[in-house]
């Protein structure tokens, strides 16, 4: 499959089109800006790390039932994906409170929630991906019916349930990942962009100590190493 013409550069990834209109390649980015606007950074080996981890991920929930745009890895920063018309919705789902809802809400960070909680971002950037309710969602059209919201949080949900035991075996906390979908050619509702530290949060279950990208944020240290890390207990449990 060759790479052809940019379709789209987002702030992790970059989409290049191919011979098949209904296939991309999604390259993984080193970039290390979109953590903090205010922080720029490159991280040689991050978009790889990436990359494996994704795959890895998107087979494991593949497993058990839920539908992704991958289609094959083609390469250590390369996958190959179906094209999907993605839906401009990020759906956040937290186990425990830290980041933007300990701040907004003043729920003390590390507090373990009652419930798995999931909410939705307008996925736009230059609104600065604003949280959104059910009725914000209909309101512009970003999805068709009430149903649809239904789905996004039931998926949801049921990833959230596959990875939280999936890590804990690996003593890793998930402790809150935002995942995106988009509609195939079909109309089916897949699992698309990606699942890894850039869009997780992973801490440690003895230590607490951040393996994602809060470590640039925060200026906790090497986010390769952390990276690595995260990879070497999917892969070797």
Known sequence: MTKGALLYEGKGKKLFLTEDEHLLISEFKDDLTAFNAEKRGNEA??????????????????????????????????????????????????????????????????????????????????????????????????????????????????????????????????????VEFGADKEGNILLADEISPDSCRFWDIDTNEKLDKDRFRQGLGDVKIAYEEVLKRILNH
């Open 45 to 178: 080996g991050k978009g790889a790390l990436n990359c494996k981890i994704s795959t890895q991920l998107f087979h494991l929930l593949e497993k058990h039932g839920i539908k992704t745009h991958l289609v094959k890895t083609l390469d250590d920063t390369h996958q190959l994906v179906k094209k999907v018309s993605i839906i401009p919705i990020e759906v956040v789902v937290r186990n425990i409170a830290t980041g933007s809802l300990s701040k907004r809400l003043g729920i003390k960070d590390g507090t373990v929630l009652p419930f798995t909680l999931v909410e939705f971002y307008y996925k736009d950037d230059t609104l600065g991906d604003p949280l959104l309710n059910d009725e914000h969602c209909l309101m512009l059209s970003l999805v068709k019916s009430e149903s649809d919201l239904e789905e996004l949080k039931r998926l949801g949900r049921e990833i959230n349930s596959i990875m939280k035991s999936f890590f804990a075996e690996r003593k890793l906390k998930l402790v809150d990942f935002k």
